[in-house]
Structure formats: C-alpha cells, structure tokens
C-alpha cells in the first residue's frame, strides 16, 4: 500500500486534483441529496418504532467499540427485538 501512496505522490499536483474532482463529481451526490436524507432520517428517527429499536441497541452496547467492530451480528440481533 505504501509503495502505491509513493507512486500517486509522484504524478503531478493538477492531475490528482483533476481525477479528484472527476471522482467526485462522479461518486458523490448533490449536497441538496445529503441534506434530503439527513431531514428523511430525522423524521424517521422520531418514530416510536425507531426510537425503541435505539434503545435496544443501546442495551446490548451499541455505543461501544466492540459493538462497533460487530456490528453486523448486533444490527442482525435488533431484528429480532
């Protein structure tokens, strides 16, 4: 990986900020989208059922680095609450 890092650093300043700018542009969404989803989640975070299911996560640990490091067998346990 390092070696990679070592070879990129060798290209031209504009040329990284070029494929930058085209990788963005292609990978991330309009800010207007971002800010759509953030309101979406909100509102759905308010919800009873959401609100509980939070709870509970927060009963097996969720705030927790192990948690953080299985997340996918905890989220898979809150299915079943």
Known sequence: MR???HRIARFPCSSLVAVKDRVNAITLAPVEDFRRDSDLFGEGAGKPEAQS???A???RGFQTRDAEMDLARLLGDLTDH
Do not use: V
Request: hydrophobic share 55%; aromatic share 12%; no cysteine.
């Open 3 to 5: 070696s990679l890092a």
């Open 53 to 55: 299911r939070f709870q």
């Open 57 to 59: 996560a927060l009963k």
